[in-house]
């Protein structure tokens, strides 16, 4: 009940301080990437439960002769790289708080795809609600391997606590600041899991 109600109002404090902030960063996503400005995508929740999340665009919709989407490190301009290095992409999350699907700190949402690939360790990150950040986020990010990754979100499942959530949020501020373990070398943000161990 504490970790909801501490999730609630820094979403609300957050969304009121930050939304002219917030308001800039539409323009601008809208200026340099075009509509829609908010990017949803179907993701996996508490206890696996879907839930749509939304976050600011951070890509072009580019597509090859096929008409499919280009891969992900093309269609990244230098203003995405930008907005993710930034984290300002994450910001529309704190709707997703406010709704209950998210929590502020939590293993980051991955997608639905991967929900069969886990090995029943893994599949514990579920067992809590989804973070706009997480033990991971402030301990590699994206520059971690998968199974460093998942053995980070449950030591945070198994060790989650309200002066924990604290810790990893002031870290967190730091990390965006100094814009550290952005994306894995020689990918867009971290190569696909595909279930290895």
Same mark, same amino acid.
């Given at each position: *009940?504490?970790?909801?109600?501490?999730?609630?109002?820094?979403?609300?404090?957050?969304?009121?301080?930050?939304?002219?902030?917030?308001?800039?960063?539409?323009?601008?996503?809208?200026?340099?990437? !075009?509509?829609?400005?908010?990017?949803?995508?179907?993701?996996? $929740?508490?206890?696996g439960k879907p839930f749509k999340m939304i976050k600011f665009r951070s890509m072009t919709d580019a597509k090859g002769e096929t008409g499919q989407l280009l891969p992900d490190d093309v269609r990244l301009t230098r203003f $995405?790289?930008?907005?993710?290095?930034?984290?300002?992409?994450?910001?529309?999350?704190?709707?997703?708080?406010?709704? !209950?699907? *998210?929590?502020?700190? $939590?293993?980051?949402?991955?997608? *639905?795809?991967?929900?069969?690939?886990?090995?029943?360790?893994?599949?514990?990150?579920?067992?809590?609600?989804? %973070?706009?950040? %997480?033990?991971?986020?402030?301990? !590699?990010?994206?520059?971690?391997?998968?199974?460093?990754?998942?053995?980070?979100?449950?030591?945070?499942?198994?060790?989650?606590?309200?002066?924990?959530?604290?810790?990893?949020?002031?870290?967190?501020?730091?990390?965006?600041?100094?814009?550290?373990?952005?994306?894995?070398?020689?990918?867009?943000? *971290?190569?696909?899991?595909? !279930?290895?161990?």
């Amino acid at each position: *009940m504490l970790k909801r109600v501490f999730d609630v109002l820094v979403a609300l404090a957050a969304l009121c301080l930050l939304s002219p902030f917030i308001l800039i960063v539409w323009v601008l996503v809208a200026t340099n990437l !075009g509509t829609p400005v908010l990017f949803t995508q179907i993701r996996p $929740g508490l206890n696996g439960k879907p839930f749509k999340m939304i976050k600011f665009r951070s890509m072009t919709d580019a597509k090859g002769e096929t008409g499919q989407l280009l891969p992900d490190d093309v269609r990244l301009t230098r203003f $995405g790289r930008w907005l993710r290095a930034s984290s300002l992409d994450e910001l529309p999350e704190l709707i997703n708080v406010l709704k !209950g699907d *998210m929590s502020l700190v $939590g293993p980051r949402p991955l997608l *639905m795809e991967y929900l069969s690939l886990y090995n029943n360790e893994q599949a514990k990150r579920h067992n809590v609600k989804p %973070g706009v950040t %997480g033990w991971a986020q402030i301990n !590699g990010r994206n520059a971690i391997s998968w199974a460093e990754k998942f053995k980070l979100d449950v030591w945070y499942v198994e060790n989650h606590s309200f002066w924990l959530d604290i810790k990893i949020l002031f870290l967190t501020v730091k990390k965006v600041v100094v814009r550290e373990n952005i994306s894995q070398t020689n990918h867009a943000t *971290m190569e696909k899991f595909t !279930g290895h161990e």
